[in-house]
């Protein structure tokens, strides 16, 4: 099939982005039977607009690898999508819900990585030894379909749902912890709204990089040195309201912070 389609799918998903409103799902409108195939050629599309608008790629992030986050969006396996300069937001900073359209935030350990890692048969050992850091985030991912009702196709098609990134700003070596014990708590105007540990993430946050390497060497990619990349929410992702104030603590590695304005 010609690639019109997947670019206008992009195209199409993009403007929603930009317009800040929610459309209906591409399997419900534009390509009921959509492939995951399909949906990350949609996806290559969107990168492509971003790029050639002068958006930096900061860099690959897995999603949907907890079993909360599996169970909570009603799919049963693991994505990647891309983060861009324009998403991030510092640490202790704000986040305008007039930017977004229905946001829910979602704690995640992410890691800084240190040298190429190239699949296939990547394994969490071998990521380890070649991370830089690990260190504190927390995501904001704002589907632009309704509800955030989607089938796995269509949310590899909206980039994974990615919208904004806040990355702690303390940076550890991976050594000095066992990251799948490691706990963490997310905390909404200083209620617990969420907790796990680290081993939520496909029994270790490290397995996640693994497996997004070899899902990118199947196309010839791989994961870079420099990259920092979110692992995944580690719990399922909660709804966020104007004057929240967010945080998420991860036991030994430290805590990352914002704001949610009107
Ligand atoms: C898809 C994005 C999933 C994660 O960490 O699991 C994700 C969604 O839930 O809308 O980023
Ligand atoms: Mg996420």
């Known amino acids: 099939m010609s690639s019109t389609i997947y670019k206008e799918i992009a195209a199409h998903l993009v403007a929603a982005e930009v317009e800040k409103r929610e459309v209906e799902k591409v399997t419900a409108t534009f390509k009921p039977d959509l492939t995951v195939d399909e949906g990350y050629l949609v996806q290559e599309e969107i990168v492509k607009i971003k790029l050639e608008e ?12 907890s079993l909360a986050k599996m169970q909570q969006m009603n799919v049963n396996e693991p ?3 891309y983060v861009f300069d324009y998403m991030l937001i510092e640490d202790g ?9 229905h946001p829910k935030v979602e704690a995640e350990i992410a890691f800084v990585i240190a040298e190429d890692i190239e699949g296939p ?15 504190p985030a927390l995501e904001i991912i704002d589907s632009r379909y309704k509800n955030f009702n989607f089938t796995l196709p269509d949310v590899i098609a909206d980039n994974a749902s990615t919208s904004r990134v806040v990355f702690g700003s303390s940076l550890k070596k991976p050594e000095q912890f066992e ?11 200083g209620e617990i709204k969420e907790l796990g540990a680290g081993a939520a993430v496909l029994g270790h946050p490290a397995n996640s990089i693994a497996m997004l390497a ?13 990259d920092m990349i979110l ?3 580690i719990t399922g992702a909660v709804m966020l309201k104007s004057g929240d104030f967010v945080s998420a603590k991860f ?12």
Not at 179 to 189: E, S, Y
Request: aromatic letters at 4%.
């Open 54 to 65: 002068g958006k930096r790629m900061i860099g690959p992030k897995m999603g949907l690898t």
């Open 93 to 101: 900073g704000k986040v305008s819900l007039q930017d977004l359209i």
């Open 231 to 233: 692992t995944g929410g």
């Open 79 to 81: 994505i990647y999508g």
């Open 121 to 135: 048969g990547v394994t969490g050992a071998q990521v380890l030894s070649k991370t830089e850091y690990v260190l």
């Open 251 to 262: 036991d030994g590695i430290g805590e990352v912070t914002f704001k949610v304005t009107d």
């Open 214 to 226: 070899n899902m990118l060497s199947r196309k010839g990619e791989k994961v870079r040195k420099g």
């Open 179 to 189: 990251l799948d014990l490691v706990g963490a708590v997310l905390k909404i105007n």
